[in-house]
Structures are given as structure tokens and as C-alpha cells.
């Protein structure tokens, strides 16, 4: 299974950007990378899916190195709304068992 | 959100008494999963189905099962429910391929169980 490690809590302030980065040293050689944004009292909401190298939508883009072991979420010029759960996931290639982990708490300040 | 619809949204119970949430979706999704999120574990797989009538246990799948009778309807049943399956429980779908999949998630449904 594709574990995934990434920081507990971040902080920030609005209008900067901010990188999440997650390692998943052991992920499968044809999974891809998705992540998840989660608000209080709502489910995780899709925000971006890769493979490799750069991946950009109206959200946010994703940064993937050639040996795929990390991921790099990048936000923009974030505002208070921004402030979530942020879940970080690596396929599992012949199963089902989809781990999302703690994720990583961003709180943006004014 | 992408057509899926949890019930009852809040429910209180009472210890030993069964409990049986729904999800139901719209748009033909093929997967189905139920989690349970706790404060400080994240999201947690309890059960999925990958087509009618075919379901498998997920990671915290101990006083729960599931039936799927239709592709629209995932249901989840604590047999005898206890304290420690106060939560608030998710369902979600996906389209899923080999390698790649997006999922979908309900709106939740908070069980309290005294």
C-alpha cells in the first residue's frame, strides 16, 4: 500500500502561496497522486490528480518529480476560505484500500 | 455535489440497538465506500463494494457490514451499535481505473451512540 506522509498542521496568511508537500516513497509505478481538500463538516472535496511532473487547474497545481516519491501541492495566493484538511493520497495498485492518513491542517490567517 | 445523498444526516441511538445508514447516488458509479473520520485518525475505510452484491471489508470493518442490492444503494449496518461508533461516517463513489480514481463524497452523517 502506498502510504503517505505529510505535515500535520501549516500556517499562513493571505495572499501567499503555500506548498504541501507529501512523500510517498513506495508508490506503484503506474498510480497516480490525488489530492483532497476537506472543510468542517464536509466531505474531502477533489481537488487535483497526477502522474507526473506539472499539473495545473483553476485550483491549485501539483508538482511531481521524476522519481515520483514526493508531491508538491501548490496554493496560490490563498485566502481565508482556503483554511482545510489537506489529503494527500498514492494509488494501491490491485486493491482497494484507499488510505487518506491525517492530512495536513492549513490555517491562513489575516 | 456529485448526486450522492446520505440518511439519516445526525442520528442519536442507543448502545446495543442496530443502526443502518444509507447512501445513495446517482450517477451510476460502479465503486462504493463507506469511511468513518474521528478527531485525530483522518478518514478511515470500513467497508467497500466494487459492483452489486460484491463488497469487502476495509481497515476498520469490526461491527459493521454492508449490502449493495442495487448499483444506486450502499447500505451500512452496525449490528449491536457501541460508544466507540460515535462518529461521523462518509460514503463516496468513484469511476475508478487500474491506476487512477477520483472519488466522490457525501455530505456525512453524524451517529451518536449513548
Known amino acids: 500500500l502506498a502510504k503517505t506522509t505529510q505535515p500535520i498542521s501549516m500556517d499562513s496568511y493571505e495572499g501567499q502561496e503555500v506548498n504541501i508537500t507529501c512523500s510517498h516513497n513506495?508508490?506503484?509505478?503506474?498510480?497516480?497522486i490525488t489530492w483532497y481538500q476537506q472543510f468542517p463538516s464536509q466531505g474531502p472535496r477533489f481537488i487535483i490528480q497526477?502522474?507526473?511532473t506539472k499539473v495545473t487547474n483553476e485550483v491549485a497545481s501539483l508538482f511531481i518529480p521524476a522519481d515520483r516519491k514526493s508531491s508538491t501541492l501548490s496554493l496560490p495566493r490563498v485566502s481565508l476560505s482556503d483554511t482545510a484538511v489537506y489529503y494527500c493520497?498514492?494509488?494501491?495498485?490491485?486493491?482497494?484500500?484507499?488510505?487518506f492518513g491525517a492530512g495536513t491542517r492549513l490555517f491562513v490567517k489575516a | 455535489d456529485a448526486g450522492i445523498t446520505q440518511s439519516p444526516r445526525h442520528k442519536v441511538t442507543e448502545t446495543g440497538t442496530p443502526v443502518t445508514l444509507r447512501c445513495h447516488q446517482t450517477?451510476?458509479?460502479?465503486?462504493m465506500y463507506w469511511y468513518r473520520q474521528d478527531p485525530g485518525h483522518g478518514l478511515r475505510l470500513i467497508h467497500y463494494?466494487?459492483?452489486?452484491?460484491?463488497?469487502d471489508k476495509g481497515e476498520v470493518s469490526d461491527g459493521y457490514s454492508v449490502s449493495r442490492s442495487k448499483t444506486e444503494d450502499f447500505l451500512l449496518t452496525l449490528e449491536s451499535a457501541t460508544s466507540s461508533q460515535t462518529s461521523v461516517y462518509f460514503c463516496?463513489?468513484?469511476?475508478?481505473?487500474?491506476?487512477?480514481?477520483?472519488?466522490?463524497f457525501g455530505p456525512g452523517t453524524r451517529l451518536l451512540v449513548l
Open positions: 513506495n508508490i506503484a509505478t503506474n498510480d497516480y
Open positions: 463494494s466494487y459492483g452489486v452484491k460484491d463488497t
Open positions: 497526477g502522474y507526473k
Open positions: 463516496a463513489i468513484s469511476d475508478r481505473t487500474d491506476y487512477q480514481e477520483t472519488q466522490y
Open positions: 450517477e451510476n458509479h460502479r465503486y
Open positions: 493520497l498514492g494509488g494501491d495498485t490491485g486493491g482497494f484500500k484507499t488510505i
